[in-house]
């Protein structure tokens, strides 16, 4: 019943590993994104997916890399992880992609707590 | 642009009332109200689209005022439950939604 799964819950990995986190949600959205939540808690936009479509792509460092491979999945892909790139990651999705609608509320899925040592 | 949220922590008793407000530097198209716990996912509370509409839910409300490029969250006669971090998002015209600095509240019994 779970709305928007992310795995792994958590990620510690080491500095220089390249890392995956998978997100999948069953709510017939069309539109997907990745949020970042550093240590101040601060929510950042990074990247967002209508239809497999980009159409967000925030300033992330090209290390960071998305695929939605249907309108239900949207990974994220991490090169040469940084100490910098320790952030709780969430997924959410929305009906339509832009926020200003009825039908904009997102739903974040329970997010990718990613250590880097 | 972060939208600033204040204040950016309040403690209250359960029952007390608070006010938290979301203040813009630019003009706002929508705003929205979510609910983070600890450890948690944000939630979404309630969204307000331009014309300075005040939306409901249980003891929680909001209002938009275009104008002053600001919204507020109003929690009445609050709850244990209400703990956590609420965050505004708005949104500039660039369909993005940006998500303001936080206010962590804590009612205490």
């Known amino acids: 019943d779970t709305a928007v799964s992310q795995t792994p819950k958590y990620l510690v990995t080491q500095m220089g590993n390249d890392k995956s986190i998978k997100c999948e949600q069953n709510?017939?959205?069309?539109?997907m994104y990745w949020y970042k939540q550093d240590s101040k808690k601060f929510l950042k936009i990074m990247f967002s997916?209508?239809?497999?479509?980009?159409?967000i792509n925030e300033t992330v460092p090209n290390r960071f890399s998305p695929k939605s491979p249907d309108k239900a999945h949207l990974n994220l892909h991490i090169n040469s992880l940084e100490l910098g790139d320790s952030a709780v990651y969430f997924c959410?999705?929305?009906?339509?992609?832009?926020?200003?609608?009825?039908?904009?509320?997102?739903?974040f899925g329970n997010g990718t707590r990613l250590t880097v040592t | 642009q972060q939208p600033v949220q204040s204040p950016q922590a309040v403690i209250l008793r359960e029952g007390e009332d608070a006010v938290i407000n979301c203040s813009s530097s630019?003009?706002?198209?929508?705003v929205h109200w979510y609910r983070q716990k600890h450890g948690e996912a944000p939630v979404f509370l309630m969204i307000?689209?331009?014309?300075?509409e005040q939306k409901g839910h249980e003891k929680i409300s909001a209002s938009f005022n275009e104008k002053k490029q600001q919204s507020s969250l109003y929690l009445t006669a609050s709850q244990l439950s209400y703990s956590g971090t609420y965050f505004c998002?708005?949104?500039?015209?660039?369909?993005?939604?940006?998500f303001g600095t936080g206010t962590r509240l804590t009612i205490i019994p």
């Open positions: 997916y209508n239809n497999k479509e980009l159409i």
């Open positions: 630019k003009a706002l198209y929508s």
């Open positions: 959410a999705s929305s009906q339509d992609k832009g926020p200003s609608s009825y039908n904009s509320p997102l739903h």
């Open positions: 998002g708005t949104e500039y015209g660039n369909e993005k939604l940006t």
């Open positions: 307000l689209l331009k014309g300075g």
């Open positions: 709510l017939g959205h069309d539109t």
